[in-house]
């Protein structure tokens, strides 16, 4: 089946600085791939849509300078945190769109900021 | 807009009895899929089944089954005989019908199964 990967898994950094993380798309090829957002107890939320060669989409309320997301080959897709802040920590999820409706999911990034 | 609501935020059951996950959505698509996805401790989403909105035929997996009524708009999901290890949290999601296909979650149910 398809495999989407996330490094890193976990990432502890201090407040004001950036952090990347990336998305990969291990065996296929992925046009479209999807950053989500999740606080504890709560369920995910779309940050923006991300297509290979092209700008991304944010979804309202998420500031596109903040969160750089970069789509450059049709494996990678890489959403820096930039100068982050407490309340930034969370739990990042990628998605890959493989086909018409299959999504596939990575495992995860958590971020805790101090 | 789309929307899907689970009502239902916690669910405690006892181990070996059936347990029904509620999930109702909105959407003015004709054209459109439901998700299930299942989110254990660890964090990562674990599929699954997705229904098009054409085939409402009830589906039934192992110990898993799922009824989808379009009259209602509900797809709601049923644990028999439930186990320890299906305890986790359960997303059920409504894909967009725009180029992007996004997903719509809902809330999600933290379902524990006590031993």
């Known amino acids: 089946g398809a495999v989407v990967s996330q490094h890193p898994s976990w990432v502890i950094c201090k407040s004001g600085t950036s952090v990347k993380i990336e998305c990969r798309s291990l065996?296929?090829?992925?046009?479209?791939m999807f950053w989500y957002r999740q606080f504890p107890k709560q369920s995910l939320m779309l940050m923006a849509t991300?297509?290979?060669?092209?700008?991304?989409?944010?979804e309202q309320g998420v500031e596109k300078d903040k969160f750089l997301i970069n789509h450059a080959s049709l494996t990678l897709s890489t959403l820096t945190v930039t100068s982050a802040h407490p309340e930034d920590s969370s739990f990042y999820i990628c998605?890959?769109?493989?086909?018409?409706?299959?999504?596939?999911f990575g495992p995860g990034t958590r971020l805790t900021v101090t | 807009a789309q929307k899907v609501t689970q009502a239902q935020t916690e669910i405690s059951v006892v181990e070996k009895e059936d347990v029904t996950l509620d999930c109702v959505y909105e959407?003015?698509?004709?054209?459109?899929?439901l998700f299930w996805y299942k989110q254990p401790p660890s964090g990562e989403l674990v599929f699954l089944i997705r229904?098009?909105?054409?085939?409402?035929q009830n589906e039934i997996s192992g110990r898993y089954s799922w009824n989808f009524q379009k009259s209602t708009s509900s797809f709601n999901f049923t644990i028999t005989a439930s186990q320890v290890v299906d305890s986790a949290v359960y997303f059920c999601?409504?894909?967009?019908?725009?180029?992007?296909?996004?997903?719509?979650f809902g809330s999600g149910t933290q379902l524990t199964v006590l031993p």
């Open positions: 991300s297509n290979e060669g092209s700008k991304a989409t944010y």
């Open positions: 959407t003015r698509d004709t054209t459109y899929y």
């Open positions: 999601a409504l894909s967009s019908s725009g180029s992007a296909r996004q997903l719509t």
């Open positions: 229904r098009n909105s054409f085939d409402e």
């Open positions: 065996d296929f090829q992925a046009t479209t």
């Open positions: 998605s890959a769109k493989a086909g018409t409706y299959e999504q596939y």
